[in-house]
């Protein structure tokens, strides 16, 4: 059975996106990934991903609609992500309890992060244009 985990992509007013690298406490350490996480039982996907946000990063946001939803096996497990476009509401995250690192990249640079596999399909979709 698939682990239902949800991100969030979101764009400041330039047109960069949030990024979070994994700490290295987190299995896939240093990879590249957007925002989220699990859902609890009986939890919305939207629900889990505002909850998720305002855990890790102290901040709230406003979930828009479903970009990518797939699913890819990594090791034993099936993580089926579902990524979601989302608007920030109030100031930038500046730390998260999950990640060392957020940065804001622009589309045309998302390419050059070393991106966690679950990520991937939402980042080729992204991309779609600059390939």
Not at 13 to 30: E, M, N
Request: hydrophobic share 40%.
């Amino acid at each position: 059975m698939a682990i239902e985990v949800v991100a969030a992509i979101i764009q400041d007013p330039t047109g960069a996106f949030l990024c979070a690298r994994r700490g290295s406490w987190k299995d896939a350490a240093g990879k590249w990934e957007f925002p989220g996480g699990k859902l609890n039982p009986g939890e919305s996907a939207e629900t889990a991903l505002v909850r998720e946000i305002k855990e890790e990063l102290g901040v709230e946001i406003k979930v828009l609609r479903l970009f990518d939803r797939s699913v890819t096996v990594v090791g034993e497990s099936e993580i089926d992500l579902a990524c979601y476009s989302c608007e920030l509401i109030g100031e930038k995250p500046t730390n998260s309890t999950d990640h060392s690192e957020l940065a804001w990249v622009k589309e045309s640079e998302l390419s050059k992060l070393d991106w966690a596999e679950p990520d991937l399909p939402a980042i080729k979709k992204l991309l779609i244009p600059f390939c």
